[in-house]
């Protein structure tokens, strides 16, 4: 029966769809030309850079410390570089090493649960952080001097006996299946994500993400072969700076950390780029948006290179900083961006990635990326002039001071450097290279590292909106976003004897229920129900009206303490509604309203004789304390399936299993379903208890209900 829909109600009422972008603003009515008082500013030189004197103290179990006195504030800081990254997790596992971090910091050690760490850490103002991305990991301390010890104690704990306790690694991969459900959401985000995978490949740690099945296959035995093969001294570098001793900070160090054994060796290095100059035009639909999402490059390249320097320089006068070319021309002159821009990144350990973005209507799409084009081609021809040099030196230098702006961030890097053998001085050599550049090497350098007909261009937008076909610009390739559900198929039995034995019961069941004929006369339905969605935070209380008129169109109205939520669809169209915003529901959102109304006990045993429906007995088993009969009911070309579980004496539905949206992302759901009524000659289900990955997520109890209710004119009219 048709009461509430058990994904509305698990839904989010919005995403709301939006990015940032970078907004100028350029005062009107004053030309290039004109003079300004700004112009005539004259600035003193800057000071000199002083490094602060970091020492560096070996363990005994090899970890290498770097301390650094600051006496500014009564504050100890603590840094530790992870050499593990997310890099190290299997294919199958993608997200190993992230969630990993996580749980280091909230699952408990061999002394405090992850709840006790958070009150002895709040009781007296500190953090401790642990975080594994994708090729290396941090773990962070801020604490006051006077609780350093303390503070140093977890820090150790945290790292070295993680006791990852089930309960918050459910949390984290919660979490993870929460960012899995809403990273189409953001137009531009999609764009950076395929881009990055089509630079470096699909499979690439550079550009690979987790998806439902990864992160629904990692275990918490795997989390601790992690941990044991890859976080150990060998692996790990300690920054500590604040208000202390040295030497009494470096025997606080020794105390927690020096008696730490040696684990099962260095990591593995990062894997090798391989990447091949070939032009590819990619494209990914997104129907919801009003603007298409351009990202045109290659790989980019390595922070080393004799190169940097020039690049760096040639980048800003391209599109890297204010008054660039593709500002000036893409946006001011041509209008054809609301921001445009690029960037020839890099860094110390593998390639990064040459690229320049567009945002525009998706009438000049095609249109702005040739104009992106031109003004690469132009850098390989026309040498920056003497303003636009200084221009995009100054943008750099200008900048520059901010790499010494903190002693944490000086320390940190000279960790980095030293992990990858790098130059400790390579940033003093940096401004003095820059100052050098001239026109000439821009115009040398753009010739030889950009490549503007081996461009790689990823498109994401409406492409019948577009202003000419993308093929203009290239064959284009296809780019499907759609989410994987993560379900797990599992293998049925399918046979005549399978088959006959299904449906038999499934005709048992409408029998049991008040008979196929009695279900044939219901024409609509309306229903009032109280529901109690359990959430993290604890139960919320929201009340629920509904009107279906058969077979597909229906009106929910939720009452919650945001306000009242009204959704409505037509079974191919639909809108929601909270106060006075009004939207329509996306393409997934209708699909899944679909798949709902294929598990609806009332629409099945309407179409018993449908051949759009098969039924295939699967076993007969224990359920909640019955003996049950379990039945897949299947669409005919099976893309729509789920389990109703049937009383093997009564016949009566007690239940449903399926794979569909929770609160969390797509997950195994199973209903269960009792306190049966009669109305109108058919028998209704008054109670439904839904649970997630075996939890409970919800409880719905139907207040009243009636069959073929007088429906008001206008119910499902669009404001």
């Known amino acids: 029966m048709k009461i509430i ?5 698990m839904r989010k009422a919005y995403k709301f769809i939006g990015y940032l972008s970078i907004v100028f603003v350029m005062l009107a009515g004053i030309t290039a030309g004109a003079g300004r008082t700004i112009d005539k500013l004259e600035f003193p030189p800057m000071n000199k850079i002083e490094m602060p004197e970091v020492d560096k103290v070996q363990l005994d179990n090899g970890i290498m410390l770097y301390i650094l006195e600051d006496h500014e504030l009564p504050i100890v ?32 050690t061999a002394r405090m649960t992850g709840d006790e760490i958070d009150e002895a850490l709040e009781a007296i103002g500190a953090s401790v952080e642990v975080n594994i991305g994708a090729t290396s990991g941090r773990a962070g301390m801020n604490i006051l001097l006077e609780y350093a ?21 459910d949390l984290a991969k919660n979490q993870m299946r929460t960012e899995i459900s809403s990273r189409n959401d953001d137009p531009f985000q999609v764009c950076v ?3 990055k995978k089509v630079i470096y490949g699909q499979e690439s740690p550079y550009a690979r993400h987790t998806e439902y099945s990864t992160v ?17 001294p060998e692996n790990v570098m300690i920054a500590v700076w604040g208000d202390f001793k040295k030497e009494e900070m470096i025997t606080k160090v020794k105390k927690y950390f020096e008696d730490w054994g040696k684990g099962a060796g260095l990591v593995p290095q990062l894997p090798e780029v ?32 004799p190169d940097f320097f020039a690049l760096t320089v040639a980048n800003n006068v391209l599109g890297g900083s204010f008054g660039s070319r593709m500002f000036n021309e893409v946006r001011s002159k041509k209008g054809l961006a609301y921001s445009t821009g690029g960037n020839f990144s890099s860094n110390i350990s593998y390639p990064g990635i040459y690229y320049n973005y567009v945002i525009t ?22 040498p920056p002039t003497e303003e636009e040099l200084e221009r995009a030196k100054s943008s750099y230098l200008n900048s520059f001071v901010f790499n010494f702006d903190s002693k944490g961030e000086i320390i940190n890097r000279m960790m980095t450097y030293d992990y990858y053998d790098f130059p400790q001085d390579f940033l003093f050599t940096v401004k003095d290279k820059i100052e050098k550049v001239t026109a000439e090497d821009v115009v040398d350098v753009a010739r030889r590292r950009f490549h503007p007909d081996e461009m790689k261009i990823v498109v994401v937008g409406k492409a019948d909106q577009f202003d000419k076909p993308l093929s203009i610009l290239g064959a284009v390739d296809t780019i499907d976003i759609t989410i994987p559900s993560g379900e797990v198929e599992e293998e049925v039995v399918i046979n005549e004897e399978t088959l006959a034995k299904g449906m038999e019961l499934l005709k048992l069941a409408a029998d049991a229920c008040g008979g196929v004929d009695n279900y044939m006369k219901v024409k609509a339905v309306s229903s009032e129900s109280d529901v109690v969605l359990v959430l993290p935070q604890g139960e919320m209380a929201i009340s629920a009206s509904a009107i279906s008129v058969l077979p597909d169109k229906s009106k929910e109205i939720m009452n919650t303490p945001m306000g009242e939520i009204i959704t409505v669809t037509d079974g191919e169209t639909g809108w929601m509604k909270q106060g006075p915003n009004v939207v329509d529901m996306t393409s997934e959102q209708i699909e899944s309203s679909k798949k709902e109304l294929f598990r609806n006990i009332m629409h099945l045993f309407q179409n018993l004789d449908n051949p759009e429906y098969q039924a295939v007995f699967v076993a007969s088993e224990d359920f909640r304390g019955s003996q049950a009969d379990i039945v897949k009911v299947m669409s005919a070309d099976g893309a729509e399936s789920f389990k109703l579980i049937l009383d093997s004496e009564t016949h009566m539905p007690i239940g449903k299993m399926f794979f569909g949206e929770t609160m969390m992302g797509p997950g195994n759901l199973t209903q269960i379903i009792s306190d049966y009524r009669e109305i109108s000659g058919i028998k209704v289900p008054f109670s439904v208890i839904i649970e997630a990955d075996g939890k409970k997520s919800a409880e719905i109890k139907t207040k009243d209900l009636k069959i073929n209710p007088e429906i008001p004119e206008g119910t499902f009219d669009k404001p």
Do not use: C, W
Request: proline share 3%; glycine share 10%; hydrophobic share 35%.
């Open 5 to 9: 829909k058990q994904e509305q109600v």
């Open 149 to 169: 010890d303390t503070g140093l104690e977890i820090l150790a704990d945290v790292l070295r006996t993680p006791r990852f306790d089930q309960d918050k690694i």
């Open 216 to 232: 629904n296959g990692i275990t918490r035995e795997d989390m601790i072969d992690f941990h044991r093969k890859y976080i150990s």
């Open 193 to 195: 994500r395929e881009f």
């Open 77 to 108: 800081r603590a840094s530790v570089r992870l050499a593990a990254g997310d890099f190290l997790s299997p294919p199958d596992k993608v997200g190993l090493g992230d969630i990993t971090g996580t749980v280091m910091r909230t699952g408990g």
């Open 361 to 382: 209507k998706l009438e000049s799409t095609v249109e702005a990326t040739e104009a992106v084009l031109h003004e690469i081609r132009r850098m390989q021809t026309d």
């Open 274 to 305: 391989k990447y091949e100059f070939k032009p590819g035009v990619y494209y990914a639909e997104k129907d919801n948006v009003t603007q298409s999402n351009v990202l045109i490059g290659h790989i980019g390249g390595l922070t080393g290179d």
